[in-house]
Antibody, heavy 130, light 107 residues
Framework: QVQLQQWGAGLVKPSETLSLSCDVS????????WSWLRQPPGKGLEWIGE???????DSHPSLHGRVTLSMDTSRKVFSLRLASVTAADTGVYYC????????????????????????WGQGTTVIVSS | DIQMTQSPSSLSASVGDRVSITCRAS??????LNWYQQKPGKAPFLLIY???TLQAGVPSRFSGSGAGTDFTLTITSLQPEDFATYFC?????????FGLGTKLEIK
């Protein structure tokens, strides 16, 4: 089954760039959305962004363009860089697979895609501190 | 962004009880609603997708219902391993958003 193993620095200085990567094992589908999420201490989950197999990416507008997502399909690794970090960026960061769990017919021959995060990395605690 | 309001924020129950958690979206999301379970120190785990479809391997005591803006996760006959935090998530449109979570505790 698909497995995600994430890695990266757990301590980042304010104003520097957070960098995390996620190794993908046993994935053959190209219809997936490789995603990053985070969870501040004691709080809920926040979607950071996603990148497709073909390199199309999308990220949370609240991160004001600080996010860079990349995908190395040959090495099966996808990565997150978050620039100009502050203490508010402290938390547990997760990589996840956004999979199309189900489709349904839609008008004009199109389809509706039901996406969910069905495989997760183990999580990386990132602390922003000098 | 679509806001997800989840209630209650915490819930005490006993083994064998039936509990329900609700999630309301700030606008219609059709059936693009997922439920996750998270235990301390662990990554979230997908329970239900598309509002009512059980993920493979998830026990049938878990069920989901709803469409549009109002959704419910129900757990019948609570088991000790069900005591955890539950999150709803809308996957209708990005940025995907989550409810703040419901912590289910043993009474």
């Amino acid at each position: 089954q698909v497995q995600l193993q994430q890695w990266g620095a757990g301590l980042v200085k304010p104003s520097e760039t957070l960098s995390l990567s996620c190794d993908v094992s046993n994935e053959s589908s190209t219809t997936v959305y490789w995603s990053w999420l985070r969870q501040p201490p004691g709080k809920g989950l926040e979607w950071i962004g996603e990148i497709t197999h073909y390199g199309r990416s999308d990220s949370h507008p609240s991160l004001h363009g600080r996010v860079t997502l990349s995908m190395d399909t040959s090495r099966k690794v996808f990565s997150l860089r978050l620039a100009s970090v502050t203490a508010a960026d402290t938390g547990v960061y997760y990589c996840a697979r956004g999979a199309v769990m189900r489709t349904a017919p839609y008008v004009g021959g199109r389809k509706i895609y039901y996406v969910a995060m069905d495989v997760w990395g183990q999580g990386t605690t990132v602390i922003v501190s000098s | 962004d679509i806001q997800m309001t989840q209630s209650p924020s915490s819930l005490s129950a006993s083994v064998g009880d039936r509990v329900s958690i609700t999630c309301r979206a700030s606008e219609t999301i059709n059936s693009h609603l997922n439920w996750y379970q998270q235990k301390p120190g662990k990554a979230p785990f997908l329970l239900i997708y598309a509002a009512s479809t059980l993920q493979a391997g998830v026990p049938s005591r878990f069920s989901g219902s709803g469409a549009g803006t109002d959704f419910t996760l129900t757990i019948t006959s609570l088991q000790p391993e069900d005591f955890a935090t539950y999150f709803c998530q809308q996957s209708h449109s990005t940025p995907y958003t989550f409810g703040l979570g419901t912590k289910l505790e043993i009474k």
